[in-house]
C-alpha cells in the first residue's frame, strides 16, 4: 500500500514531519510522498534528512497551486529537486507574501460574509497557526457556529471542503474570493516542475466540483501537456470517478498517481494509506514512474 499525498506543519496540516512517518511506518506504507502545499521544506526537516523512522521508499514531492481559466487547481509534483522549487516558490509564497495574502483574504471573506447576512463574533476567529495556514478556515470556523447561518449556506454548512471549492474558489459563486491573483499560471507551474527533474500530476480532479472535469483536463492539456493524474484519491472512490480517470489517464498515455490527502485535524475523516477506508491503493500502479532513492 502506498499514499502519495499528504500534509505537515509546513502547511496546513497538524502533524509534524516525525510523526507523519511514525503513522506511516504503522500503517506499513511501502512508497509515500509528503506533498506540502508550495514548498519543499519538509524535506530538510530533521525527521526526513536523516530518517530513522520509517523504513519504505519515500518520494521527494510537492502539491503547488496554480491558476487556468481563472480557476484554482493543484498540481502534484514528483522526483523534484527539492531545491529549485524552494527557489521558485519564494517568488510567490516568501513568508512577507504569505502574511499580506492572509491580511487580504480576511477582510475579503469578511466583506462576503457581511453581504451574504452572515452572522459572526469577530473576536472569535481563531488565529491561523502558520503563515501557510488558509485565514479562511478560521473564519469559517466562527461562521458555522451560528446555528443562524446554516439556512444561508445552504450546501456550504456540510463541509469548510465544499464551501472552498464551489464558494471560494468558483468564480461564478457570490462567495468567489478571487485567489487566483496570488498563484502562479498553470503553464508555468508545470515548467518549473519540469526544470526540476520531476513529474507534474493534476491533483484530485473530482475534488474541484467542475461541471465537466473530462473536458476541463482536456483543456488544460491542449496548453501545456501533464505527466499523469491522480486517479486514487477520497474524492474519487465512489460513483466510478475512480475508474473514469483510470481510463481517460490509459487511453491518454498519462501516469497514474493516488493518496490520501491527509491534514489531521483539519480533515478528520481522512486517515493516511486509507482516506475514508476504502483508498488502499496498490504500489503497481505507480511503479512504472517512480524513481526512489
Known sequence: MIDLHMHTVYSDGDKTVA????????????????????????????ALKNNKIFSGKIIKGSEL??????????????NIDTNIINNWCQKYYS?????????????RLL?????????????????????????????YEEVIA?????????????????????????????YFMNHVEFRPKYKEVIEIIHKAGGKAFLAHPFEYKFENTIKFIDDLRKEIELDGIECFH?????????????????????????????HGEPKPDIQIGIGRGNLNISKEIVQEWLIVK
Open 234 to 262: 477520497p474524492s474519487s472512490v465512489n460513483d466510478d470517478k475512480k475508474d473514469i480517470l483510470v481510463e481517460y489517464a490509459r487511453k491518454n498515455n498519462l501516469y497514474i498517481s493516488g493518496g490520501s490527502d491527509y
Open 19 to 46: 510523526e507523519i512517518l511514525k503513522m506511516c511506518e504503522e500503517r506499513k506504507l511501502e512508497y509515500i510522498s509528503i506533498t506540502d502545499h508550495d514548498t519543499c521544506k519538509q524535506y530538510d526537516d530533521e
Open 95 to 107: 513568508s512577507e507574501k504569505l502574511k499580506k495574502q492572509q491580511t487580504i483574504c480576511y477582510q
Open 146 to 174: 451560528h446555528s443562524e447561518n446554516h439556512k444561508i449556506l445552504g450546501e456550504f454548512a456540510n463541509s469548510f471542503g465544499l464551501f472552498f471549492r464551489k464558494g471560494l474558489a468558483n468564480p461564478e459563486s457570490s
Open 65 to 78: 497551486h496554480a491558476v487556468f481559466q481563472n480557476r484554482n487547481i493543484e498540481i502534484l509534483a514528483y
Open 111 to 139: 466583506d462576503i460574509c457581511n453581504n451574504h447576512g452572515l452572522i459572526y463574533n469577530e473576536s472569535k476567529i481563531r488565529k491561523p497557526k502558520t503563515e501557510s495556514e488558509y485565514i479562511e478556515r478560521a473564519i
